[in-house]
């Protein structure tokens, strides 16, 4: 049986659409069986209907806590029978409470080499540094930000004349590769967050 999952984005949602397309492939371990956005225009939701995958908009401006926006993505994940989720650009921290219930259960990728330049404007950062080698990595989601066990990681050259833009553009098309793999890993059982 292949794994009910959900995707969990707030923007373009081009790692969505890697897994929708890995997805297809008949011997691909899980299915993307729902799309959440916290935001309801982002461009995310049209890669999900256009695969024809079930979309939920969760605002977390109808919320009046973290607490409270948590427990209603919770119940929203338990009602599509949801049994991994892969956070894909998705531009909330989520309280330790919920990823405890998710714990060993959900993803996350993000575009540096962790533990190397956790949180946001990782290019910009990387390119300051004047570091040579970047990349992405795809890890556990723990209490903590970015601090998860590390599932797979890629390396991407820092290029001279680079922007954080095309660094980027090169660290994605890593990221599009890796996340299948990843999600196929956990999915087909190859995978205990404890042995990484």
Known sequence: MKKRTAVLISGNG???????DAARAEDFP???????????????????????VPVEVLSHRDFSSRE???????????????EL??????????TADFTRKWEGRMLNIHPSLLPAFKGLNTHARVLESGVKTT??????????????PVVLQAEVPVMPGDTPHTLAE???????????????????????PQEE
């Open 30 to 52: 899980a299915t993307i069986s729902l799309v959440i956005s916290n935001k309801a225009d982002a461009y995310g939701i049209t890669r999900a209907s256009n695969a024809g």
């Open 135 to 148: 990349g992405c990595t795809v890890h556990f989601v723990v209490p903590e930000m970015d601090a998860g």
């Open 85 to 94: 989720v892969c956070l894909a650009g998705f531009m909330r921290l989520l």
């Open 14 to 20: 081009s790692n969505l659409q890697a897994l929708l």
């Open 68 to 82: 409270a926006f948590d427990e209603a993505l919770h119940k929203l994940l338990i009602q599509h029978r949801i």
């Open 170 to 192: 090169r660290v994605h098309k890593e990221e599009h590769r890796i996340y299948p793999l990843a999600l196929a890993r956990l999915a087909g059982g190859l995978l205990r």
